[in-house]
């Protein structure tokens, strides 16, 4: 398995691997590696000659020095992880000089008012970080298609804004959320949560779930009460938003529109750590 950690050392390598292989997939990580991420090398694999998967915790993207602190680094854990996928996948790890040449900053973007909205919210200036680095990794990487789950789902939008704007040459792939058994979505955080307070989170899907089934009957306005109120009732979960708000511009929900397509959204802060989930309301 080839680990490369300097930018020249990769993209030398993939520009000589051009003429034997004629697509490559990307999968780009901060690490923590858990069955999600793999289902995204997996597809990856499955659709590409060439597998590249980047794993780099980006400090522009926090808006919580200490929440970036505290974020795994679990790189060896990791490698044999994906090595157990496929030993022929292809990992970048490199360091923040490697990736910001001594200055750590984020680009502005504008993607159109979809940064503003829920996590653009909450957390000032993350999607310029996030902009910032995928920008970077497509061009050392080059990919044909790049991966990423629908949990993040505003960030996907993001993603595939941005390339639209800078036209970038890759196509965007948007996965369905993996789950553990008792429905939590899949993320790295996952791993600081207490076993007790990790299977009580499974609220948090089951309340998208209830989300879904009410929408079909009842407002956006209305759901979404019925959720904020819920939430006051419950020890240690502390809701920080919940909205209903259409796919492609991520605009709040105010009346229904039948040619829409609408998705709620949740983030809630337990035991100091942040969990986002999504659902699909429209399915």
């Not at 991966?147 to 390339?163: H, S």
């Not at 998208?208 to 109120?229: D, G, N, T, W, Y």
């Not at 829409?260 to 989930?277: H, P, S, T």
Request: with cysteine; glycine share 4%; aromatic share 10%.
């Amino acid at each position: 398995m080839l680990v490369f950690n300097q930018k020249s050392e990769l993209t030398a390598f993939l520009e000589s691997q051009t003429i034997e292989f004629k697509s490559v997939g990307f999968v780009p990580t901060m690490g923590a590696l858990h069955s999600g991420h793999l289902s995204l090398i997996q597809k990856s694999l499955e659709n590409n000659d060439l597998t590249v998967v980047s794993i780099f915790v980006n400090p522009t993207q926090f808006n919580n020095n200490d929440d970036l602190k505290k974020y795994p680094r679990t790189l060896e854990s990791d490698i044999e992880k994906i090595k157990k996928t496929n030993n022929k996948v292809i990992i970048y790890a490199p360091s923040v000089d490697d990736i910001y040449n001594n200055s750590v900053e984020s680009a502005s973007f504008n993607f159109d008012g979809i940064e503003n909205q829920m996590e653009g919210k909450h957390r000032p200036g993350h999607f310029d970080g996030v902009g910032t680095i995928v920008k970077k990794l497509f061009q050392i990487v080059n990919p044909t298609n790049a991966y990423f789950g629908k949990k993040d789902f505003q960030q996907l939008q993001i993603v595939k804004k941005m390339v639209a704007k800078e036209k970038l040459i890759v196509k965007i792939i948007g996965c369905e959320i993996l789950r553990e058994q008792n429905g939590l979505a899949m993320s790295s955080r996952n791993e600081r949560l207490s076993t007790e307070t990790r299977e009580k989170a499974s609220l948090i899907f089951q309340f998208l779930r209830k989300s879904k089934v009410l929408f079909q009957k009842k407002s956006a306005q209305e759901v979404s009460k019925f959720v904020i109120e819920s939430f006051k009732n419950i020890n240690k979960f502390d809701l920080e938003y919940f909205e209903i708000c259409d796919e492609e511009k991520l605009l709040p929900c105010l009346k229904k529109n039948k040619l829409k397509k609408y998705r709620a959204f949740i983030a809630v802060n337990v035991e100091g750590i942040r969990l986002i989930d999504n659902i699909s309301l429209t399915k």
